[in-house]
């Protein structure tokens, strides 16, 4: 599945969860034990179950995010510190985006986190061919 399609998974069937793009960026990338794998250059669930908000045609609004927000501790299980040699273009932009984001001025990092980021940095930038 691109990213694009399951951004939109992610916001229509889990909307409590999922306020907005980053906060699907922060759990995709961020949370290890996120039940997300990576496959042919994409992260999938492999055990995808349509959500009781989509078997019910339920809709909610998100709350609105803390700011500055507290993202998830980075470690070395976080999705983003395995982007795959194969990844897909997408999927590479949607990683970029959330270190982006996380590094910006909403969020508050560890120096862990930062560190965690800036290896990350460096694999994109290889994928790349920089």
Same mark, same amino acid.
């Given at each position: 599945m691109n990213y694009a399609d399951t951004l939109a998974d992610c916001l229509?069937?889990?909307?409590?969860?999922?306020?907005?793009?980053?906060?699907?960026?922060?759990?995709?990338?961020?949370?290890?034990g996120n039940g997300y794998e990576w496959n042919d250059?994409?992260?999938?669930?492999?055990?995808?179950?349509?959500? +009781?908000? &989509?078997?019910?045609?339920?809709?909610?609004? &998100?709350?609105?995010?803390?700011?500055?927000h507290r993202i998830y501790r980075i470690c070395k299980y976080a999705k983003i510190l395995s982007l795959p040699d194969d990844i897909q273009p997408d999927w +590479? &932009? &949607?990683a970029e985006r959330a270190i982006d984001w996380a590094e910006g001025p909403e969020?508050?990092?560890?120096?862990?986190?930062r560190h965690h980021l800036a290896i990350a940095r460096q694999r994109i930038a290889a994928l790349k061919g920089i």
């Open positions: 229509k069937n889990y909307p409590i969860v999922f306020g907005d793009e980053y906060d699907v960026l922060e759990h995709l990338f961020f949370v290890n250059g994409c992260l999938i669930d492999p055990y995808p179950e349509p959500s +009781l908000v &989509a078997q019910l045609g339920l809709e909610f609004v &998100a709350d609105a995010r803390e700011v500055p +590479l &932009a &949607a969020c508050l990092l560890t120096d862990d986190d």
